[in-house]
């Protein structure tokens, strides 16, 4: 095992990670613990975690619990909430939304930062294979790219794990010490 540490830079897709966590393991995280957990002995450079704030005037309730919720997070340390949005659709008479910009802003952060020099390993927590690209573009400026993968054999991402530069997959071990107590 290398005996250096490495700089650290996680990349969380938000949505992902808390539709994969609740999916597969039927929990809620502290995402402190799990974040340190992946880090173990590196030293940790960043959090960044990307999500689409929920409008107030839509759901004033899923609005306030957000809000709570990126209170948590603000108390964790080099965590930095970056925000996309959430857009409105309708098809067939009922009304979604869709998320936008979180990934894109993702995926730039993902190769900037490593062309920059910010991180030697990046912790990629999502699913979504639309990443490899950025992947492929942090891992040719030399950069160590772990996809994080949680779920099914169905819902892990083929094309992550293609170019990633390893794959780590979180099992329910993994998360029992991650849990949060509720």
């Known amino acids: 095992m290398n005996s250096k540490k490495e700089k650290v830079a996680i990349y969380i897709d ?6 994969s966590i609740k999916d597969t393991f039927n929990c809620k995280i502290d995402l402190e613990k799990f974040c340190k957990k992946l880090v173990n002995d590196d030293d940790l450079a960043k959090i960044n975690y990307y999500i689409a704030p929920v409008e107030q005037l839509e759901n004033p309730k899923a ?49 900037l930062d490593a ?16 990443f490899s690209g950025a992947v492929t573009a942090a891992v040719s400026f030399k950069r160590k790219v772990i996809y994080i993968a949680i779920g ?11 170019v990633a530069s390893a794959t780590f997959r979180i099992n329910k071990e993994f998360i029992d010490e991650c849990k949060l107590d509720e």
């Open 115 to 130: 062309q920059k020099g910010e991180y030697d390993k990046a912790l990629l927590i999502s699913n979504d294979g639309d």
């Open 152 to 162: 099914t054999n169905k819902s892990i991402s083929y094309h992550l794990k293609k």
């Open 14 to 19: 938000g949505s992902n990670l808390y539709f």
């Open 63 to 111: 609005y306030a619990q957000q809000q709570s919720f990126f209170e948590k997070l603000r108390k964790i340390d080099k965590l930095n909430l970056i925000f996309g949005r959430l857009e409105k659709r309708k098809k067939d008479g009922e009304i979604y939304h869709v998320e936008k910009a979180t990934d894109v802003n993702l995926a730039l952060d993902l190769a």
